[in-house]
């Protein structure tokens, strides 16, 4: 009877010594600091009563240092630094935080260990780091107290805007409820809970953000699962179904899918909101090679130019022109739009500028980085858009340049909805200068494949009394058609979406107030009205565009 009394004073006083060592942590430390501030760690108390130690030892992995007294309030923090002085002047640190000035160890820059121990040797807490797991002068933080500092991933460079958080609750500690959204691969979305605690009946929600203007409502939610439960550490994962979201956008381009966790205990709402880039290919030629430059001597570089056949501007932004080398010349600026029936020219080198100098400074020609070299006596050009699909594509060979007189002169289109592979399609440009980049061909045929435009009153002015609104008429081959009319002010920029698949007859009719989407009367000046006309039996694409004058 007496040993098993014995043993259970013996479990109780083991229970003791361990709770005693798991008071007090090493919290956060900054070995390798920047310019005046000092070394520095922080002790907590991870329970609600005060915690005091006497005659306790700091140990680095060469010696010890001595700290003849410790006392830290329930759940507060202690700064221990070799000059108190100037780690204030260096941080922004509370002034009800409890700040030591103390001789530390000389932490290594490298790696080393920390350890603090009790007067009789015995280990409250230690933990080992290397400088390749963080940044100089961003303090490591602790981000479970519960958990050993050496347990893979808890110990982690501070996320501080500051850099640090002495005094502070660590910017990377683990909340009580946290649920957070990663991207695992292109299609599915990873939902874990990162909290100490089980989340119970949490809402997974998807948009799509059809307007890209950042804001998500009911309408464009496009998927809704409610998850019974999540565990501390378990995850979830969702696959992204994109053919929904194409069976209900006819937007092409880039759009945001967005996925969304919401649980009322969630403590961290930075991590609930995941954007997935969604990227829908343009219906092929929608963008097509207008123009190319080949055959040239060291005065001329070679350029593509690029015809937008649609209605839409379009951001050719990571675009890429390939050849037979299999060389992709990659389109780097975002600012790089090509706006409906309009150019832009792709060019190989600045020299375009010194032939052509009233293109320079046109935000509608840019070099590539990667050269874009053309072969004389054949090679492939395609267009590539960002996901890799092909959007225009011509192979030409060496006796393309039987349609060429000498060097610099380039080949021209000579109608967008021809074949671009054949040569028949293709002339020699007629201009003196040899090229028209950013102009319309010189070698263009007409093919009656465009809608017939009037407008009625043209100029005329939402300002008066009379002629307030222009009537746009438009008459075409199609027996009826779905309509699409957009309004540009003279630099491209969309300011009216006047009809979206309207479904007509010919001819067709149109009425514009000279107002924006929002509401507002446009100021005096030109605009452009683009109108695509889709034939029902057909699909059959058609587009024109009509300049429309706000006058006084």
């Avoid at 820059?109 to 290397?130: A, C, E, G, P, V």
């Avoid at 303090?139 to 958080?165: M, V």
């Avoid at 969604?278 to 015809?307: A, W």
């Amino acid at each position: 009877m007496l040993k098993f009394f014995i043993i259970i004073i013996l479990i109780l006083l083991l229970t003791i010594c361990n709770i005693l060592n798991a008071k007090i942590i090493i919290n956060e430390f900054n070995p390798y600091p920047e310019g005046d501030e000092p070394e520095w760690l922080e002790l907590f108390n991870t329970l609600t009563n005060k915690a005091s130690l006497t005659e306790c030892m700091l140990c680095d992995a060469s010696g010890c240092r001595k700290i003849p007294y410790l006392e830290i309030p329930g759940n507060g923090y202690l700064i221990i630094s070799v000059d108190t002085t100037a780690l204030r002047k260096a941080r922004k640190i509370p002034a009800e935080a409890l700040i030591l000035e103390c001789k530390l160890p000389a932490l290594n820059n490298t790696t080393d260990k920390i350890i603090l121990r009790k007067s009789d040797s015995s280990k409250i807490d230690s933990l080992f780091y290397d400088l390749k797991w963080g940044i100089r002068g961003i303090s490591f933080e602790r981000r479970d107290w519960a958990q050993p500092a050496n347990k893979p991933g808890n110990l982690l460079p501070s996320i501080s805007p500051d850099s640090a958080t002495a005094g502070y609750q660590n910017s990377v500690a683990i909340k009580d409820y946290d649920l957070q959204l990663k991207l695992l691969a292109n299609d599915s979305i990873l939902v874990s809970n990162t909290g100490r605690n089980s989340v119970f009946k949490f809402d997974f929600n998807i948009y799509f953000d059809r307007n890209n203007d950042g804001y998500l409502n009911n309408e464009e939610l496009i998927e809704n699962e409610l998850i019974d439960s999540l565990n501390p550490e378990e995850e979830k994962s969702k696959k992204i179904d994109f053919t929904k979201v194409m069976s209900i956008t006819s937007k092409r381009g880039y759009s945001n899918i967005s996925a969304v966790v919401h649980s009322e205990k969630d403590q961290n709402s930075k991590n609930d909101t995941l954007r997935v880039p969604f990227y829908l290919s343009y219906n092929k030629s929608t963008i097509i090679i207008n123009e190319f430059m080949f055959d040239t001597d060291s005065m001329m570089c070679d350029f593509v130019e690029l015809f937008n056949t649609s209605s839409d501007s379009i951001s050719l932004f990571h675009f890429f022109i390939e050849d037979n080398s299999s060389v992709k010349s990659q389109i780097n600026n975002p600012d790089i739009w090509i706006a409906p029936l309009s150019y832009v020219v792709i060019a190989s080198d600045s020299v375009i500028f010194q032939y052509f100098p009233e293109l320079t400074g046109n935000p509608d020609v840019t070099i590539c980085p990667e050269k874009l070299n053309l072969n004389y006596n054949g090679d492939r050009i395609s267009l590539i858009e960002t996901n890799g699909a092909i959007q225009d594509e011509l192979e030409y060979t060496s006796s393309w340049r039987s349609l060429l007189k000498q060097k610099n002169i380039s080949l021209e289109r000579i109608n967008p909805h021809l074949n671009s592979n054949e040569i028949s399609s293709w002339a020699a440009c007629k201009n003196g200068r040899g090229a028209t980049p950013l102009f319309e061909n010189s070698a263009i045929v007409i093919i009656d494949t465009a809608l017939k435009l009037s407008a009625e009153p043209n100029p005329f002015s939402p300002f008066g009394n009379i002629g307030k609104n222009c009537i746009i008429t438009c008459e075409s081959t199609f027996s009826k058609a779905n309509f699409n009319v957009v309004i540009y002010d003279a630099g491209g920029v969309l300011m009216r979406h006047l009809a979206n698949r309207k479904f007509t007859s010919s001819p067709a009719y149109f009425v514009w107030d000279g107002r924006n989407d929002d509401g507002f009367i446009l100021p005096i000046g030109p605009y452009i009205a683009v109108i695509e006309a889709t034939d029902a039996d057909s699909g059959s694409v058609k587009v024109s565009k009509i300049v429309l004058v706000i006058g006084k």
